[in-house]
């Protein structure tokens, strides 16, 4: 399902009013001579544009943009059951060569991601192979054939899962915890910086829009190299807002360009497909 974005701005500001009403609320003047009043409505109005938003203000507005149109949380856990996402990798290897390949993700929904199940296939031009991850760990399928996966193919697929847009949208199920780093401005735009650290010690900042709470991008470390993931092209898709474009940077170098054809959750899933042999 498709919305205006008019009218999805319309929204979102009618609803983050309410959750943010107490950072706009004023204190109750005092009598006092013309001229302390005066500067005691300064102070006043200083205090009040000063006081905190909290870590758990911004998350919570970003689960309830997501899952806008659907009702939050709820609605997010209800349509996302199951999940089959069909689109386009493009890989920039480490000797500049570019790969391609057409991509299907299947995942199946758990309380946490911990009992998440995820199939990846991937075909190329001479290779078509999937990743299943299941029971937190992961495992790999070449012509039906089970392999163990590298240990870099294995994080970074765990990363995906981890310290993607899940890994904040359900921060309480996982367990996480999330901590404030403040507000910047960046290019005229404001955001907010958001570290969720899940029970593996993994730590995430997300950068989420000040005004729409989307996520703009997210960065991490991984084995010394800082990893960033940028997301655009926002739509929504069956109530819930997903970015069907998605670039992952390696120390400011592009290494990956995801591009999403159709998604379609609650669609059934058999079990099975999550086996590896």
Do not use: C
Not at 102 to 114: D, M, Q
Not at 183 to 198: A, H, M, P
Not at 236 to 252: E, F, H
């Amino acid at each position: 399902m498709f919305l205006h974005f008019k009218s999805f701005a319309l929204s979102v500001s009618i609803i983050l009013t309410g959750v943010f009403a107490i950072v706009a609320q004023q204190a109750t003047p005092t009598p006092t001579p013309a001229k302390e009043e005066k500067k005691d409505n300064k102070q006043d109005n200083k205090s009040n544009s000063n006081q905190a938003v909290t870590a758990e203000q911004v998350a919570e507005s970003a689960v309830l943009i997501y899952g806008l149109y659907v009702g939050g949380r709820p609605g997010l856990n209800q349509i996302r059951k199951t999940s089959v996402e069909r689109g386009k990798i493009n890989i920039t290897n480490a000797d500049g060569t570019l790969d391609q390949a057409n991509y299907e993700k299947r995942s199946l929904r758990g309380e946490s991601l911990e009992k998440e199940k995820v199939r990846l296939d991937q075909e190329f031009p001479t290779a078509r192979f999937a990743l299943i991850y299941k029971d937190s760990k992961i495992s790999g399928l070449f012509n039906d054939s089970v392999f163990t996966p590298r240990e870099d193919a294995s994080v970074a697929f765990t990363n995906q899962i981890w310290r993607g847009l899940e890994g904040l949208l359900r921060y309480k199920e996982n367990g996480s915890t999330i901590v404030l780093n403040g507000k910047e401005k960046q290019n005229g735009v404001e955001f907010y910086s958001l570290d969720v650290t899940d029970k593996s010690n993994r730590t995430t900042r997300f950068f989420i829009s000040a005004k729409f709470f989307k996520v703009m991008w997210l960065e991490y470390t991984e084995g010394g190299i800082k990893y960033t993931r940028k997301f655009s092209d926002y739509r929504y898709a069956q109530g819930t807002l997903v970015p069907y474009r998605s670039v992952l940077l390696a120390n400011n170098k592009q290494i990956e360009e995801v591009t999403i054809s159709t998604v379609t959750f609650g669609q059934k899933i058999e079990e099975d497909v999550f086996q590896a042999g």
